[in-house]
């Protein structure tokens, strides 16, 4: 299985960047597929996640209403939308995979997932 991280850059505040995840080895309508992201001297935290087997969509508080979450089942990639960029949105972002039906703390919660990718610097400039 491979997940590659792609898409990221430096931008400027209030800028908008879209960030792709391009899956090999597995199938993405069967995986929760979701996005963190982790600054530097902070934990990671979770950033967006969308359920395999549905479009069904979760957000951390800090991103909703300005990123957007989305699956390609024909290019088996994972997009997430950054618009209004913030300077505290810096960071690596990390796309990672999930199977099975997990629960909302779950999908929210990096340890749990199976697969990573290597991760795309996004930098926010004000």
């Known amino acids: 299985v491979q997940l590659q991280a792609s898409g990221g850059g430096l931008v400027q505040v209030g800028g908008s960047l879209r960030l792709s995840c391009a899956a090999s080895?597995?199938?993405?309508?069967?995986?929760?597929m979701g996005w963190f992201r982790q600054a530097p001297g902070k934990e990671r935290e979770f950033v967006a996640a969308?359920?395999?087997?549905?479009?069904?969509?979760y957000y951390a508080d800090s991103v909703k209403g300005r990123f957007t979450i989305s699956r390609d089942n024909a290019k088996n990639t994972v997009n997430v939308q950054m618009n209004s960029l913030k300077p505290e949105d810096t960071a690596v972002y990390y796309c990672?995979?999930?199977?099975?039906?997990?629960?909302?703390?779950?999908?929210?919660?990096?340890?749990?997932?199976?697969?990573w990718g290597q991760g795309t610097q996004v930098t926010v400039s004000s």
């Open positions: 990672a995979a999930l199977g099975g039906r997990p629960i909302m703390s779950t999908l929210k919660n990096g340890d749990s997932y199976e697969y």
């Open positions: 080895g597995l199938t993405l309508t069967t995986y929760t």
């Open positions: 969308i359920r395999g087997g549905s479009h069904m969509t």
